[in-house]
């Protein structure tokens, strides 16, 4: 089975859903990427559908939809996406707080800087896990 890891934020509409999109590009072969936050929003910020469509041909609409921490399953791994207020709880062996502005509302720049960080960190979360650096 592999590892499970849960991507958190309060509204679960930005920051965690391209966590999440890009951990299932980046992290697939060792671990299942999931996103929820403590409320919801309609739908995905489109700021950030747009740009990770245009940057990774990923559209997050079609796989992914704003989701609760109840909604998800049991994880080994909570990777908070560094919120303003206190950022939500949940359960699992090892916790991150990644510390990322939200680009909601901002430019496209501050969107791509906010996506090479995701992008930078999924990618030494998918070797830690692969070498197994975090003790789970």
Same mark, same amino acid.
């Given at each position: 089975? *592999?590892? *499970? ?9 930005? &920051? ?11 992290? %697939?072969? =060792? ?17 950030? !559908? &747009? ?10 609409? *079609?796989?992914?939809? %704003? *989701? ?6 049991? =994880? ?8 303003? =207020? !206190? ?7 090892? !916790? ?10 901002? %430019?496209?720049? !501050? ?16 070797y830690k896990i692969g070498n197994k650096i975090i003790d789970l």
């Open positions: 089975m *592999k590892i *499970k890891v849960a991507f958190i934020c309060v509204h679960n509409s930005c &920051r965690s859903q391209m966590a999440e999109a890009l951990g299932k590009l980046y992290g %697939s072969e =060792v671990f299942d990427s999931y996103s929820a936050g403590t409320e919801t929003k309609p739908q995905i910020n489109q700021d950030a !559908v &747009r740009i990770i469509k245009e940057r990774y041909g990923i559209d997050m609409e *079609k796989t992914q939809y %704003s *989701k609760l921490l109840t909604d998800i399953p049991n =994880v080994d791994i909570a990777i908070k996406m560094g919120c303003n =207020v !206190v950022c939500p709880y949940l359960p699992a062996k090892y !916790v991150e707080d990644w510390g990322l502005e939200d680009p909601t509302g901002k %430019s496209d720049e !501050v969107f791509n800087e906010v996506i090479d960080r995701i992008e930078d960190n999924i990618k030494l979360l998918s």
